[in-house]
T-cell receptor, first 113, second 112 residues
Framework: DQQVKQNSPSLSVQEGRISILNCDYT??????FLWYKKYPAEGPTFLIS?????DKNEDGRFTVFLNKSAKHLSLHIVPSQPGDSAVYFC????????????FGSGTQLTVLP | DVKVTQSSRYLVKRTGEKVFLECVQD?????MFWYRQDPGLGLRLIYF???????EKGDIPEGYSVSREKKERFSLILESASTNQTSMYLC???????????FGQGTRLTVV
């Protein structure tokens, strides 16, 4: 049973426009959420995170929104650039755990020039 | 520059072989993890360790074991490789406190 779900396997966006990637979770004990970006044949790299006590976190072109009542988070990339084309993974961490992450299945973002 | 280093980028092994995947981190992190990534399934946790000589099963530990004799090194062992273990294997480390996990570059293992 997947506790973290990314229901869109792929997303295409025009350069300069906004990219919105979505993620849903089922376990209300998750208290920390992260987004990772992955290029082919490389390991994931950390992008941005948010604690469950916040509803928004911004870092440059990247903003993550958390809606705890809906158990939903989203990543906004504005403006999108061709170099943003990659697989994006949403991940969640349990409170009190040894900090192991539960990942979604990923969304392939393609930014078209 | 912080680093998690996996010993091989690509490996090809035969069915039934014992396979060792090595991971070293230079950040003095307490926690280390092994994941596998398969298309459509994301990253799934195989084993993790929160201290030297400590290990815990993740979501898919069957067919794998691990070893952590030193803080900086975490090894994944495939006792008898099978074709369904063909995958991308990713090692990660994190501190006990706040902050993100850092990943290695991955090992693409093919079992024939």
């Amino acid at each position: 049973d997947q506790q973290v779900k990314q229901n869109s396997p792929s997303l295409s966006v025009q350069e300069g426009r906004i990219s919105i990637l979505n993620c849903d979770y089922t376990n209300s004990m998750f208290d920390y959420f992260l987004w990772y970006k992955k290029y082919p044949a490389e390991g994931p790299t950390f992008l941005i995170s948010i604690s469950s006590i916040k509803d928004k976190n911004e870092d440059g072109r990247f903003t993550v929104f958390l809606n705890k009542s809906a158990k939903h988070l989203s990543l906004h990339i504005v403006p999108s650039q061709p170099g943003d084309s990659a697989v994006y993974f949403c991940a969640a961490e349990l409170s009190g755990s040894a900090r192991q992450l539960t990942f979604g299945s990923g969304t392939q973002l393609t930014v078209l020039p | 520059d912080v680093k998690v280093t996996q010993s091989s980028r690509y490996l090809v092994k035969r069915t039934g072989e014992k396979v060792f995947l090595e991971c070293v981190q230079d950040m003095d992190h307490e926690n280390m993890f092994w994941y596998r990534q398969d298309p459509g399934l994301g990253l799934r946790l195989i084993y993790f360790s929160y201290d030297v000589k400590m290990k815990e099963k993740g979501d898919i530990p069957e067919g794998y074991s691990v070893s952590r004799e030193k803080k900086e090194r975490f090894s994944l062992i495939l006792e008898s490789a099978s074709t369904n273990q063909t995958s991308m294997y990713l090692c990660a480390s994190s501190s006990r406190g706040a902050g993100e996990a850092f990943f290695g570059q991955g090992t693409r293992l093919t079992v024939v």
